[in-house]
């Protein structure tokens, strides 16, 4: 009966160790779709800031306060793809440098692109 427990006990296991990468994948999965979403936003807001500028140097009009409010929404969701990067690389047991932004092993001391030191 030992043998049969044990086998059971390490099934369980593999499962639920299978089980929880899966939700990984999918979490991973999940925040990329976020990424691509914010990044067609970014698109259009670059499309916008362009027509702006268009129409303040063909018009000659002062589109400044529209143009920065632009400005600050596109770094806004920059802010949003490198907090998501780092949910990425965190789910993925990886660093990402504050540099530079590349993904290092989570124990690494040093940046393997910039040098910089991590953590």
């Known amino acids: 009966?030992?043998?049969?427990?044990d086998t059971a006990v390490k099934a369980k296991d593999v499962f639920d160790s299978a089980?929880?990468?899966t939700g990984e994948a999918f979490s991973v999965q999940k925040t990329k779709l976020n990424i691509a979403?914010?990044?067609s936003q970014i698109s259009k807001e670059y499309e916008t800031l362009g027509r702006l500028y268009h129409d303040s140097v063909k018009n000659k009009a002062d589109n400044a306060v529209?143009?920065?409010?632009?400005?600050?929404e596109i770094e806004e969701k920059q802010a949003q793809i490198a907090k998501l990067e780092e949910e990425i690389?965190?789910?993925k047991n990886m660093a990402v440098c504050p540099a530079c932004?590349?993904?290092n092993l989570n124990d690494a001391q040093f940046c393997s692109k910039c040098g910089k030191k991590l953590g």
Do not use: L
Not at 1 to 5: L, Q, V
């Open 19 to 21: 089980v929880k990468k």
């Open 1 to 5: 009966m030992g043998f049969f427990e």
């Open 89 to 91: 690389a965190a789910a």
């Open 66 to 72: 529209t143009i920065n409010a632009v400005i600050g």
């Open 37 to 39: 979403g914010i990044t």
């Open 101 to 103: 932004g590349a993904k």
